[in-house]
């Protein structure tokens, strides 16, 4: 990585320099080789912020010194049509080679160089549902839904390797305007919730990530379980990456009838890039201490899961996961100890660019006792069927979604349920 970004500094270099006068600290000092620079600066030369990235131009694999390292920051600043992610990037950057900025003429003042410390995200987002149930082909139920989320996700850096993360959300719903009387039960409605939802420590070294406090799995987050857990993860490796999660697990995840209590969970994950092709492969435990479904023994989990994606080209992916439980429900019509999914994707919105816009079929088949909190929004947890689905971005920031999704019950194929599910969300 060394010699890459080295490469990078060609361009750089057109800022120029020659006639500095140097501040107390040595602006010839290497950055050390570990130092969370380097990788910052790789991410800006692979967005191409940076420019001549990949070029082989310098010899050997000497250290950026720090002079340097600014030189390609303060190109860096120049730009203005960079990403909210780049920017963020940017300003860290220029947070830490503020002496050697103030040489090259950039000016960070020392309100610049702290407010770095801690960074703020988030998004407002509202969702409608419209769901159809039929029995037999007769409508039995129909429900909508207007929820009112926001979101914020605060990062405050701790040193050059550790950094601290949350996840703040305040839901409301819009239908009945928060609290409120349930027409149906005549029970009161705490509909306004604010939760802190996620809260970790996580620590960046080269080939390693560790993380410590409430987060989500990165086993598999998709077909499996896409819920926090508290406890630690550490994963190592570079093209190959392999993951090791230990923690609890509330049990109302699986089971909204369960009692409040947490349950062990346990997760081993494998994950591989070839280029065109990405793998994955994971093995997760969950030991509920009461008995999970009313009709099964079992107060225990496994389930082995694996996952492929793969790029025809930069516009269309086909992504392919299955997973496999070692317990099902009696007298299902389908198992709900297994969920597999097929998934075709054409381009995809992307935040930062107006005009922007993605489209996806896909069959998902999503059992019950395997997939306990999927991230799907079209097909629910145990049932079964087709998804079709787009994405446009209207506006930078701004980013549309529609899903819909024709599916049958896998307890009971009687029962059928079509789902409409829009979302709006507006980033900053």
């Given at each position: 990585m060394k010699k890459t970004l080295v490469s990078a500094l060609t361009t750089a270099l057109v800022?120029?320099?020659?006639?500095?006068?140097?501040?107390?600290?040595?602006?010839?000092?290497?950055?050390?080789?570990?130092?969370?620079?380097?990788?910052?600066?790789?991410?800006?030369?692979?967005?191409?912020?940076?420019?001549g990235y990949g070029d082989s131009t310098f010899q050997g694999n000497k250290n950026i010194t720090r002079y340097e390292m600014a030189q390609m920051v303060a190109k860096a600043m120049a730009k203005s049509d960079v990403s909210a992610a780049d920017k963020a990037m940017i300003d860290k950057l220029a947070a830490e080679f503020s002496d050697e900025l103030n040489n090259l003429g950039v000016r960070v003042s020392n309100l610049e160089k702290h407010s770095d410390n801690v960074k703020w995200n988030g998004k407002l987002e509202y969702t409608y549902t419209n769901d159809k149930y039929k029995y037999n082909g007769n409508t039995i139920q129909k429900d909508k839904d207007d929820n009112l989320l926001f979101r914020l996700e605060p990062t405050a850096t701790v040193n050059?390797?550790?950094?601290?993360?949350?996840?703040?959300?305040?839901?409301?719903?819009?239908?009945?305007?928060?609290?409120?009387?349930?027409?149906?039960?005549?029970?009161?409605?705490?509909?306004?919730?604010?939760?802190l939802k996620r809260a970790w420590a996580q620590a960046n070294y080269k080939n390693f990530t560790g993380k410590f406090g409430k987060f989500g799995s990165s086993v598999n987050d998709t077909i499996v379980f896409d819920d926090?857990?508290?406890?630690?993860?550490?994963?190592?490796?570079n093209a190959l990456k392999v993951t090791a999660e230990v923690g609890r697990v509330n049990n109302k995840t699986i089971n909204a009838g369960l009692s409040d209590k947490?349950?062990?969970?346990?997760?081993?994950?494998?994950?591989?890039?070839?280029?065109?092709?990405?793998t994955k492969a994971g093995y997760q435990h969950f030991d509920w201490n009461e008995k999970i479904w009313s009709n099964i023994s079992d107060e225990d989990l496994s389930i082995w899961s694996v996952g492929g994606k793969y790029a025809f080209d930069k516009?269309?992916?086909?992504?392919?996961?299955?997973?496999?439980?070692?317990?099902?429900?009696?007298?299902?019509?389908?198992?709900?100890?297994?969920?597999?999914?097929?998934?075709?994707?054409?381009?995809?919105?992307?935040?930062?660019?107006?005009?922007?816009?993605?489209?996806?079929?896909?069959?998902?088949?999503?059992?019950?006792?395997?997939?306990?909190?999927?991230?799907?929004?079209?097909?629910?947890?145990?049932?079964?069927?087709?998804?079709?689905?787009?994405?446009?971005?209207?506006a930078k920031n701004i980013v549309t979604t529609l899903r819909y999704g024709d599916t049958k019950n896998l307890y009971t194929n009687d029962l059928k349920l079509k789902k409409l599910f829009g979302r709006v969300e507006f980033f900053f």
């Open positions: 800022v120029g320099a020659a006639s500095t006068t140097f501040a107390a600290s040595n602006p010839f000092s290497d950055v050390p080789a570990d130092h969370w620079a380097y990788d910052a600066v790789s991410q800006l030369a692979a967005d191409g912020v940076i420019e050059d390797h550790w950094d601290v993360h949350a996840r703040l959300d305040a839901k409301t719903k819009m239908q009945r305007d928060g609290s409120s009387i349930n027409p149906t039960t005549g029970e009161s409605n705490d509909d306004d919730t604010v939760t926090p857990f508290s406890g630690g993860a550490v994963t190592f490796g947490a349950s062990n969970y346990q997760g081993l994950g494998l994950a591989y890039d070839f280029g065109k092709l990405s516009n269309v992916a086909l992504n392919v996961e299955y997973a496999k439980g070692d317990t099902d429900l009696a007298n299902a019509e389908d198992s709900e100890d297994k969920a597999y999914v097929f998934e075709l994707n054409y381009k995809g919105a992307q935040q930062e660019n107006k005009g922007t816009w993605g489209a996806w079929a896909a069959y998902r088949y999503l059992g019950s006792l395997v997939a306990l909190d999927p991230t799907y929004d079209a097909i629910n947890r145990g049932y079964k069927g087709w998804e079709i689905g787009g994405e446009y971005t209207l």
